[in-house]
């Protein structure tokens, strides 16, 4: 039985990984990491069915830090998924949009997404500002915030309500150069500012857990969709991410 189960998680696997590829391709390294699975799930289904096996001191330990991984790993996406369904508080003063790849000077999926997002938000709350932000990364004509300028622009909203922060690479750094921003513009000194971040679903429980880490705003989280095919590895792939910045102090 456990020899069938390796065998149908490998085939998954490696099916799940030409889907990505076939669907986005390979912008990142981040997919191997499903054809990598594939392959050591068919290798422990075949080492089942030709009966080899390992010592039984070292199954018991593979168990066990098999085991300590997956409570780990569900404790982070319970967290994760928590953050997902979180509802959009109404009349922020601002709104952080966090950028994400543009293909040369159109938005990704994703980053129409957030676009979009922040676009209803806009329009629903008519008072509240954005701060637009992320840099210009390697084959991107134009910075993310300045695509999220653009079109923003484009479908309506008044210049004046929106703010670039385009040297930012990295979550940490939207939080931190956005909050810079925020402290020049923000005019009500003995007023809490009220912050909302609006990025990919999965994305949220890092960006406000940051936002609220690093600055003295009160944040709240403006869930955008993703993509549907791709949200497992986007799932899996962010668990990695909350654990790095967990290990820096970030979060």
């Not at 068919?42 to 409570?71: D, R, S, V």
């Not at 840099?135 to 703010?163: D, F, T, W």
């Not at 971040?197 to 003295?216: C, E, M, Q």
């Amino acid at each position: 039985m456990a020899e069938i189960l390796f065998l149908i998680l490998g085939i998954l696997c490696l099916g799940y990984f030409m889907g990505i590829v076939w669907y986005a391709g390979l912008s990142s390294r981040f997919p191997l990491l499903w054809m990598l699975l594939g392959m050591v799930f068919l290798a422990l289904g075949g080492a089942l069915h030709f009966e080899i096996f390992l010592p039984p001191f070292l199954c018991k330990i593979l168990l066990l830090l098999t085991a300590l991984f997956l409570c780990l790993f569900f404790f982070v996406e319970a967290r994760i998924a928590k953050a997902m369904i979180q509802k959009a508080e109404k009349n922020l003063d601002y709104l952080i949009v966090l950028g994400a790849q543009v293909k040369g000077a159109r938005p990704s999926l994703s980053l129409a997404y957030r676009i979009s997002e922040a676009e209803k938000y806009l329009k629903e709350n008519p008072e509240t500002k954005a701060v637009l932000s992320g840099g210009k990364g390697a084959n991107e004509e134009i910075s993310e915030a300045a695509c999220m300028y653009q079109e923003l622009v484009h479908r309506g909203i008044v210049p004046l309500r929106l703010i670039q922060e385009n040297q930012s690479i990295n979550t940490q750094q939207n939080i931190a150069f956005s909050y810079q921003l925020l402290e020049q513009d923000w005019k009500k000194a003995k007023q809490p500012c009220r912050v909302g971040i609006v990025t990919s679903n999965f994305h949220l429980y890092r960006g406000t857990a940051i936002a609220k880490k690093k600055t003295d705003l009160l944040i709240y989280g403006i869930a955008a969709k993703s993509s549907g095919f791709l949200q497992v590895n986007y799932l899996v792939r962010e668990f990695f991410g909350v654990l790095k910045d967990w290990a820096a102090g970030n979060l």
